[in-house]
T-cell receptor, first 112, second 112 residues
Framework: NAGVTQTPKFRVLKTGQSMTLLCAQD?????MYWYRQDPGMGLRLIHY???????AKGEVPDGYNVSRLKKQNFLLGLESAAPSQTSVYFC???????????FGDGTRLSIL | AQSVTQLDSQVPVFEEAPVELRCNYS??????LFWYVQYPNQGLQLLLK??????LVKGINGFEAEFNKSQTSFHLRKPSVHISDTAEYFC??????????FGQGTELSVKP
């Protein structure tokens, strides 16, 4: 039982490049979330999904897009990466709203 | 709007001493409260949660927290810490919608 798996674990991009971060969960959870973690700021919600085929904006959605075509997968896309998007990205999932969220180990992304 | 304030960014403590990590929140509606722990280069793990019922909540690794509605606080305590408790701790609050708002984090450093 892997829980929440994020790929890749590390990535370095140049400004303007695009990439997709993949999150996969094997717990049959309805809710999935993408956060970014920056020093001294805790975790901030980028986008989330309350079920297959749904997405919604979080606190800091600008510059990111997401898709949830399958229940177990939640993709985070950066269309044109900017240095301000250098961060550690965490995916999480939960069975229902207000149930504890299960987190992946993160993706460290550097934009040069 | 909801917000979470963790009153200490760093807490140094000696092994076997007691520790309290402070968390205050603001919300005009009923909330659900969580403490998560993050070890270096890992994702977040749930320590404990308050959803309803008893205001004293016990979690894993000997931690406990008390929900105080009048003071809008949810402080985390442990009577005797170990070296292995060195980590970053996050307080989080959510409302009916399930989105988590995190505090800025408290770095607990346990010294021998």
């Amino acid at each position: 039982n892997a829980g929440v798996t994020q790929t890749p674990k590390f990535r370095v991009l140049k400004t303007g490049q695009s990439m997709t971060l993949l999150c996969a969960q094997d717990m049959n959870h309805e809710y999935m979330y993408w956060y970014r973690q920056d020093p001294g700021m805790g975790l901030r919600l980028i986008h989330y999904s309350v079920g297959e085929g749904t997405t919604a904006k979080g606190e800091v959605p600008d510059g990111y897009n997401v898709s949830r075509l399958k229940k177990q997968n939640f993709l985070l896309g950066l269309e044109s990466a900017a240095p301000s998007q250098t961060s550690v990205y965490f995916c999480a999932s939960s069975y229902l709203a207000n149930q504890p969220q299960h987190f992946g180990d993160g993706t460290r992304l550097s934009i040069l | 709007a909801q917000s979470v304030t963790q009153l200490d960014s760093q807490v140094p403590v000696f092994e076997e001493a007691p520790v309290e990590l402070r968390c205050n929140y603001s919300s005009s509606v009923s909330v659900y409260l969580f403490w998560y722990v993050q070890y270096p280069n890992q994702g977040l793990q749930l320590l404990l949660k308050y959803l309803s019922g008893s205001t004293l909540v016990k979690g894993i690794n000997g931690f406990e927290a008390e929900f105080n509605k009048s003071q809008t606080s949810f402080h985390l305590r442990k009577p005797s810490v170990h070296i292995s408790d060195t980590a970053e701790y996050f307080c989080a609050v959510s409302n009916q919608g399930g989105k988590l708002i995190f505090g800025q984090g408290t770095e607990l450093s346990v010294k021998p």
